[in-house]
């Protein structure tokens, strides 16, 4: 059998984790191949993702001697840490350096929302408050309301594929507000894409994740619209 008849995705992970590899194998629709290609990515902070997004172009050209159909950068605050516009301009980077169609995970993240109808967040992270502020920032100067963002304050890349969903799911609880139409919980470092259903149904909000967002996003924009049992985001 020749893998990917139907289309191929090429994935950019950073090198600390492997939850959109797993997530995105265990996934992808029948006739879909993945492919990727690991960034080395030091530490959660400002400087280590504008490093880690400097590394991106010799990655990408990597990946793309697999001639995949599309490019996705799966990597939540590494495409947003220059706050908005960093997206659209990764995303000529790669193209121009690869010649294939190219999403981030910020992208998706702006394209699933604005599916959803969602106008009030509330926001779960592994990460600071220096990383948050800048999310937050992403995320209102693209039309949104943030109700409220809470991290677990992780700088070290390693130990967000250690943090469990009912860790997770206790965020939730601390920052939960009841104005919120929508939970975010942002990192593609998080295992945590098969617990979404869970949240949806015990929070009663429509429940998105960063690497789910990537998923749907990129085989939307492949064409691509099989429904997966991965939250109301499919169904859309």
């Known amino acids: 059998m020749q893998y990917g008849w139907r289309k191929k995705i090429g994935l950019l ?4 984790g ?8 265990r996934y992808a629709p029948t006739g879909v191949a993945i492919s990727s290609q ?17 590394r991106l172009e010799e990655a990408a050209r990597v990946l793309a001697t697999g001639e995949p159909d599309i490019l996705a950068f799966a990597c939540t605050m590494g495409s947003l840490v220059k706050g ?3 997206d659209q301009e990764l995303i000529s980077r790669l193209e121009a350096a690869t010649g294939i169609p190219v999403i981030t995970t910020s992208t998706a993240v702006l394209a699933a929302l604005r599916a959803l109808k969602a106008e009030k967040l509330i926001i779960a992270t592994p990460y600071s408050d220096e990383m948050n502020d800048i999310e937050r920032r992403f995320l209102e100067d693209n039309g949104f309301s943030v109700l409220a963002i809470e991290g677990l304050q992780h700088v070290d890349p390693h130990a967000m594929p250690k943090i469990t969903p009912d860790q997770l799911y206790r965020l939730v609880e601390e920052v939960f507000d009841p104005q919120a139409d929508t939970i975010f919980v942002s ?8 617990f979404l259903p869970l949240f949806e149904a015990d929070f009663q909000r429509q429940t998105i994740g960063s690497v789910q967002v990537t998923l749907w996003h990129t085989l939307r924009c492949l064409g691509i619209h099989d429904e997966l049992p991965l939250g109301t985001l499919f169904s859309h």
């Open 38 to 54: 690991h960034v080395l990515f030091e530490r959660v902070d400002e400087q280590g993702l504008i490093h880690m997004g400097e």
């Open 187 to 194: 990192c593609t470092g998080l295992g945590i894409i098969d």
């Open 84 to 86: 908005t516009g960093y």
């Open 13 to 16: 992970i950073p090198s600390t």
């Open 18 to 25: 492997n939850a959109p590899e797993v997530e995105f194998h």
